[in-house]
């Protein structure tokens, strides 16, 4: 089983709409999650970390659930400019430090006009 | 305030070669990370230093190894290149360990290598 695994899409979503990813991830040890973006040849960009709670940035609702191992992020009213590649990224921690992090594929998102 | 910064952008060399690629943390940032993305694979973590030391490296060859510099910069070397070793490479950094978001990395552009 891959350490973190997401669904590669593509999800074509008509402009305005609601999308959901979900992902998975395999080491119950993992202590630490994050949603990047990464445009086509481009670097990765820290989109937004993901808190046991849940957290809220405008549009992005990210939620966490260890019992089954799973991150979820929500885009509602999606924009043209939301069409990326949305990275799962999960991190484990060893010794009191961090380790490098571990990144799914990516789900590509199509947003249409 | 400037982010990471990687050099060369582009960097093409023959199978055999040596390859050592840069990197610039943020100010302030002590942690750079080297991670390897190549064609249609997912980012592969290569290796961690902090305050100067290799705190941890990826399931990679030894002949990828590197340093982090007094001011936190660091290289990457890649000695006898092959072929599958073209690839995106991309330098993070983060915050000391200790602080509250020290594990919250931001990427650098990259440096596309190409070897031939």
Known sequence: RKEVEQDPGPFNVPEGATVAFNCTYSNSASQSFFWYRQDCRKEPKLLMSVYSSGNEDGRFTAQLNRASQYISLLIRDSKLSDSATYLCVVNRHSGGGADGLTFGKGTHLIIQP | ?116
């Not at chain 2, 960097?11 to 990197?23: E, P």
């Not at chain 2, 007094?70 to 915050?95: G, H, I, K, M, T």
Request: net charge neutral; aromatic share 12%.
């Open chain 2, 1 to 116: 305030e400037a982010g990471v910064t990687q050099s060369p952008t582009h960097l093409i060399k023959t199978r055999g070669q040596q390859a050592t690629l840069r990197c610039s943390p943020i100010s302030g940032h002590t942690s750079v990370y080297w991670y390897q993305q190549a064609l249609g694979l997912g980012l592969q973590f290569l290796l961690w230093y902090d305050e100067g030391e290799e705190r941890n490296r990826g399931n990679f060859p030894p002949r990828f190894s590197g340093r982090q510099f007094p001011n936190y910069s660091s290289e990457l070397n890649v000695n006898a290149l092959e072929l599958e070793d073209s690839a995106l490479y991309l330098c993070a950094s983060s915050l000391a360990r200790g602080t509250s978001s020290y594990n919250e990395q931001f990427f650098g552009p990259g440096t596309r290598l190409t070897v031939l």
